[in-house]
């Protein structure tokens, strides 16, 4: 787990006091840009105030909406580095408004995402979020040009045959659906964000079937990644044909020059494992959960920010 710098507790303080100031400047990057077709981003104000140490509570409210969570701002380098990084990074990108969101578990594939709202017929709607770990530009998983949003496809990264780090990832593509309040999977974009994946996986696999173990697959690929990588794809996107070929051809001709006598037994298992994956299934992991409540509401007490000494607060700008 990545844990924050520990400050003195004077400087704490300080920061407690630099958290509450940012709440005005989150809240003013949110108001920033033209209105939305169905509200003004101008009524929309992202808060943010320090719980713990190292955990904020967000909140992101629009009239009598309140979506709330709680995210991790992980190694700090000065007492301003962090809330300097949310606030770049929380604001309006056309009628999208992206929030970081953060865990403390930086093995999980989702552990950073961007948690994107959007409106529609006048209320504010939480679309969902999209995995945003090396994005330092705001609402850089958005392409405008086309619409779609990039993820990563977050199951089965624990699997029967790879390790939690060695479980390869899935970049899927997805588009907003206000109406239904959530993203959805674009099968025909994904399979083709991938084809070059799943190529090189099948090619592994037949180059294993033919001479064997011995022989190195391109590009550092190993057959078990390449098997679930191809499996994990065909599913999401719904190529029933490329699912079958996979376990009736790729599978038994992996098997026969593999020297694990459960080799089928195996495979069987993945077959079984993956198959509970649906055309278009969307990710489900997220570093804290969305609550969807009222500003009238009273925030749980166990969410509610620590009362720190008094100190004066630090200036953001002149």
């Known amino acids: 787990m990545l844990m924050p710098r520990i400050f003195p507790q004077a400087l704490v303080a300080s920061l407690a006091g630099l958290c509450f100031m940012a709440s005005a400047?989150?809240?003013?990057?949110?108001?920033?840009?033209?209105?939305?077709?169905?509200?003004?981003?101008?009524?929309?104000?992202?808060?943010?105030?320090?719980?713990?140490?190292?955990?904020?509570?967000?909140?992101?409210?629009?009239?009598?909406?309140?979506?709330?969570?709680?995210?991790?701002?992980?190694?700090?380098?000065?007492?301003?580095?962090?809330?300097?990084?949310?606030?770049?990074?929380?604001?309006?990108?056309?009628?999208?408004?992206?929030?970081?969101?953060?865990?403390?578990?930086?093995a999980n594939w989702r552990c950073v995402v961007d948690q994107v709202f959007t409106f529609h017929r006048g209320n504010l709607v939480h679309l969902g979020g999209v995995e945003s770990r090396d994005c330092m530009e705001l609402g850089c998983r958005h392409d405008e040009k086309t619409g779609l949003f990039r993820d990563i496809h977050d199951a089965y990264q624990v699997n029967p045959v790879t390790g939690?780090?060695?479980?390869?990832?899935?970049?899927?593509?997805?588009?907003?659906?206000?109406?239904?309040?959530?993203?959805?999977?674009?099968l025909d974009a994904t399979w083709q964000l991938n084809s070059a994946l799943f190529s090189q996986s099948m090619s592994c696999l037949d180059l294993v079937a033919e001479k064997g173990f011995a022989e190195k697959c391109a590009a550092g690929a190993t057959p078990w990644s390449s098997f679930l990588s191809a499996a994990k794809l065909a599913r999401i996107t719904?190529?029933?044909?490329?699912?079958?070929?996979?376990?009736?051809?790729?599978?038994?001709?992996?098997?026969?020059?593999?020297?694990?006598?459960?080799?089928?037994?195996?495979?069987?298992?993945?077959?079984?494992?993956?198959?509970?994956?649906?055309?278009?299934?969307?990710?489900?992991?997220?570093?804290?959960?969305?609550?969807?409540?009222?500003?009238?509401?009273a925030e749980p007490s166990g969410m509610t920010p620590q009362k720190l000494p008094a100190a004066k607060p630090i200036k953001l700008g002149s």
């Open 238 to 297: 719904g190529r029933d044909k490329e699912w079958g070929a996979l376990f009736e051809v790729q599978a038994k001709g992996y098997c026969a020059k593999s020297a694990d006598p459960r080799c089928e037994w195996r495979m069987r298992g993945i077959e079984e494992f993956y198959s509970k994956l649906s055309a278009g299934q969307l990710s489900t992991s997220v570093p804290s959960p969305i609550t969807l409540t009222s500003v009238d509401r």
């Open 25 to 106: 400047s989150l809240a003013a990057a949110a108001a920033s840009g033209a209105a939305a077709k169905a509200g003004a981003k101008s009524d929309v104000k992202v808060n943010m105030v320090q719980n713990t140490a190292s955990e904020f509570l967000v909140t992101v409210d629009h009239g009598k909406q309140r979506y709330r969570f709680a995210t991790f701002v992980p190694q700090w380098d000065s007492p301003t580095e962090g809330i300097d990084r949310q606030r770049a990074l929380s604001g309006w990108k056309g009628d999208f408004l992206f929030v970081r969101h953060q865990c403390g578990q930086m």
């Open 164 to 186: 939690q780090t060695d479980s390869p990832p899935l970049a899927v593509l997805l588009r907003a659906d206000p109406t239904k309040r959530q993203f959805t999977t674009d």
